[in-house]
Each structure stands twice: as structure tokens, then as C-alpha cells.
């Protein structure tokens, strides 16, 4: 199964996380690493580093935004390592990926759902009369 792995400036990615597993159940292989206030970016990529170098197998890494110190991070760890650099992540994203993986999937099937315009979750709602009163509001069965 493809790894997955979140970083981001503060808590961001462990909110994602959280957020993720409580809409689409309990996930293996998916991982998430802050950068915090102060942190020094040596100490950041050091951890990036040893969390990197656990995992076996395709690997996915998704970050906050392009040219912070996460991103900076994951691009200079793209010399030792063999993965996927995507930057933008969001909750629609993470679901469709996550829920789209099996055992199977591979790591350029995965990286083509992340891209997909469709699942990028960015999009004007016009709802009249309050909108649908009774939507599914969960993927998680329990």
C-alpha cells in the first residue's frame, strides 16, 4: 500500500489527519509531521529524514504550500528518497486519495486522483431555501 505522509507549517497536517480518519475510517500507512513555531528547519527535516527512511515501499507526500520550509524540506529529501511531491493538500484530496487506495493502487494512480481538478474541494455554493435539511454527512460507517 502507498505510504502517505502530511506535513505543514503548525498543526495543520495532524488536524488534516484527524479530520481524515474521522470521515473515512481508521488508515495504515499514513502519517503526519507539523513544523513547529520555532522549530529550526534542521531539526524539521532531521525528523522528515528518520520518518522517510521507516517507510517501505511508494510513497506519497502532500504539503501545505509550495516554498515554505515543509516544501523546502520534502524537495532536498527528494535526492535520498523515491516519492511524490504534492503541495496544496486539503480535506477533498486526502479523501479521494485515500479512499481510492487498495493494496493495488499504485503511486501514479494515486498521484492522478490528487490532480484531478475535480477533487480539488474549491468551488462557489449557491444554496436556496437553506439547501438539502438531510445529507449524508459522513463516509465512515461507524
Given at each position: 500500500?502507498?505510504?502517505?505522509?502530511?506535513?505543514?507549517?503548525?498543526p495543520?497536517?495532524?488536524?488534516?489527519?484527524?479530520?481524515?480518519?474521522?470521515?473515512?475510517?481508521?488508515?495504515?500507512?499514513?502519517?503526519?509531521?507539523?513544523?513547529?513555531?520555532?522549530?529550526?528547519?534542521?531539526?524539521?527535516?532531521d525528523?522528515?529524514?528518520?520518518?522517510?527512511?521507516?517507510?517501505?515501499?511508494?510513497?506519497?507526500?502532500?504539503?501545505?504550500?509550495?516554498?515554505?520550509?515543509?516544501?523546502?524540506?520534502?524537495?532536498?529529501?527528494?535526492?535520498?528518497?523515491?516519492?511524490?511531491?504534492?503541495?496544496?493538500?486539503?480535506?477533498?484530496?486526502?479523501?479521494?486519495?485515500?479512499?481510492?487506495?487498495t493494496?493495488?493502487?499504485?503511486?501514479?494512480?494515486?498521484?492522478?486522483?490528487?490532480?484531478?481538478?475535480?477533487?480539488?474541494?474549491?468551488?462557489?455554493?449557491?444554496?436556496?431555501?437553506?439547501?438539502?435539511?438531510?445529507?449524508?454527512?459522513?463516509?465512515?460507517?461507524?
Amino acid at each position: 500500500m502507498v505510504n502517505i505522509v502530511l506535513l505543514s507549517h503548525g498543526p495543520f497536517c495532524e488536524g488534516l489527519l484527524k479530520s481524515l480518519k474521522m470521515i473515512a475510517g481508521p488508515q495504515k500507512n499514513l502519517h503526519a509531521l507539523q513544523l513547529h513555531e520555532g522549530e529550526s528547519p534542521d531539526n524539521y527535516r532531521d525528523q522528515v529524514d528518520r520518518l522517510l527512511s521507516s517507510l517501505t515501499g511508494e510513497t506519497m507526500v502532500f504539503i501545505d504550500l509550495k516554498g515554505g520550509t515543509p516544501y523546502n524540506t520534502a524537495a532536498s529529501l527528494k535526492q535520498r528518497y523515491e516519492f511524490n511531491l504534492i503541495s496544496g493538500m486539503n480535506i477533498p484530496i486526502l479523501i479521494s486519495v485515500v479512499t481510492s487506495r487498495t493494496e493495488t493502487t499504485t503511486l501514479e494512480d494515486l498521484t492522478q486522483i490528487a490532480l484531478d481538478p475535480k477533487n480539488a474541494g474549491v468551488e462557489l455554493i449557491k444554496l436556496k431555501n437553506g439547501g438539502n435539511k438531510r445529507a449524508k454527512l459522513s463516509l465512515n460507517k461507524n
